[in-house]
């Protein structure tokens, strides 16, 4: 099964609101609202920061937030911030009982 | 809190094998779902396989065969076996659960070499 499809990268500057996007199929994110995305920063272990599609862990902050259309999932990072700059990745579940990652995006604080 | 650790990594020759252990702490193990996940050097993430509570296993395809997963619930601890390792298994692994926070720990680094 081919990852989820992330962008290589994206930037912005601080303040502004970002949006990541996570494309997959009718067999992983268009079938489960199983969705979670991470952010890992260099040499740091990944964190979660939404499940479930749209719920954030605590003490997530609410400036990060995700949803879903059909098979495409995002992410969105508004009030964007230096120490946001890090790789973003989601997952989903899928119809064959396994997990797949999107293979990860790097954002850039201006 | 919820907290996870890896380890048992390490140096292994082409068609080795190892025993990664993940212990778990600051929540009911019993019950709970445990998965591991790999992320080679410079790449990204990579979903090895998964033990629900019920001790039901999946594994990715990519590993299929070559991986157990197994669990102690007495002890609060996952594993992973590893056999006939190959120089692209190289990567640091990790063990995650279900439970929220959904904490990961450092992970612990497995290299196949000779």
């Known amino acids: 099964q081919s990852a989820l499809t992330q962008p290589a990268s994206v930037s912005g500057s601080p303040g502004q609101s970002i949006t990541f996007s996570c494309t997959g199929t009718?067999?992983?994110?268009?079938?489960?609202?199983?969705v979670s995305w991470f952010q890992q920063h260099p040499g740091k272990a990944p964190k979660l920061l939404i499940y479930?599609?749209?719920n954030r862990p605590s003490p997530i902050s609410n400036r990060f937030s995700g949803s879903k259309s059909g098979n495409t999932a995002s992410l969105t990072i508004s009030g964007l911030q230096a120490e946001d700059e890090a790789d973003y990745y989601c997952s989903s579940y899928t119809t064959s009982r396994t997990v797949i990652f999107g293979g990860g995006t790097k954002l850039t604080v201006l | 809190d919820v907290q996870l650790a890896e380890s048992g990594g390490g140096l292994v020759q082409p068609g080795g094998s190892l025993k990664l252990s993940c212990a778990a702490s600051?929540?009911?193990?019993?019950?709970?779902?445990m998965n591991w996940v790999r992320q080679a050097p410079g790449k990204g993430l990579e979903w090895v396989g998964r033990?629900?509570?019920?001790?039901?296993?999946e594994y990715a395809v990519s590993m299929k065969g070559r991986v157990t997963i197994s669990r102690d619930d007495s002890r609060s601890m996952a594993y992973l076996e590893l056999n006939s390792l190959k120089t692209e298994d190289t990567a640091l692994y990790y063990c995650t659960t279900d439970i929220l926070p959904r904490p990961w720990g450092q992970g612990t680094l497995v290299t196949v070499s000779s």
């Open positions: 600051g929540f009911t193990f019993s019950g709970s779902n």
């Open positions: 479930d599609v749209n």
């Open positions: 033990i629900t509570g019920t001790y039901a296993t």
């Open positions: 009718s067999s992983d994110i268009g079938a489960y609202n199983y």
